[in-house]
């Protein structure tokens, strides 16, 4: 299966990142639905159904947005951030992903998640302050030691796949994260 993936991203790097990322984002928000927050796929118990659209946005999320821009975003990275050093290197496109960057994609997904649901603009505002000061302190706890193994290890075809095996946990965390902040927000209509 390596071998498959291989020759894909080979022939097809972009649209074969964007697939598995996509996949992993919706894989994440099953994860999330199912074993974080207990959904059923029947109304047989008191607990709330599957989400099936929620699990289609994050998949259109992962694989139109998540997958194309870290492509392009890790292809950047490795072209531009050329220091004296190979440390150095690697502790600013660290330094870059995390303070540049990961800001960015974090709000990113909290309004394109709205967006996709349809959510007025009021509504997004509210959950961009109840989620994301949340998810950006824990991005920052777990993500630059993730990148500092990706940057120095992994060679750039397989950056992605490095990072999406580790955002499995990562997205299972964002989906329900922003579910807590749907819930504590109250939907309004503009």
């Not at 928000?29 to 607990?47: G, M, N, P, R, Y």
């Not at 996709?116 to 949340?134: D, M, N």
């Not at 490095?162 to 990562?170: Q, S």
Request: glycine share 8%.
């Amino acid at each position: 299966m390596f071998g498959f993936y291989t020759r894909a991203l080979a022939n097809y790097p972009l649209p074969t990142q964007a697939v598995t990322t996509g996949m992993l984002f919706g894989s994440g928000d099953l994860i999330a639905q199912f074993l974080v927050e207990h959904h059923k796929t029947t109304s047989e118990s008191s607990t709330v159904a599957w989400d099936k659209a929620r699990t289609l946005r994050m998949t259109f999320f992962g694989a139109c947005f998540a997958g194309p821009v870290l492509h392009n975003w890790y292809g950047f990275l490795d072209r531009t951030i050329r220091l004296s050093t190979p440390v150095r290197s690697l502790l600013g496109r660290v330094a870059a992903d995390q303070i540049l960057f990961a800001p960015c994609f974090i709000a990113s997904f909290f309004v394109g998640q709205g967006l996709l649901a349809g959510e007025s603009r009021s509504t997004i505002q509210e959950r961009l302050q109840k989620g994301y000061p949340g998810a950006l302190k824990n991005n920052y706890i777990v993500w630059p030691a993730v990148q500092c193994l990706n940057f120095w290890l992994v060679p750039l075809q397989h950056r992605l796949m490095f990072v999406n095996t580790f955002a499995l946990g990562w997205n299972t965390y964002l989906s329900h994260a922003n579910q807590m902040s749907s819930k504590a927000v109250p939907v309004s209509q503009e």
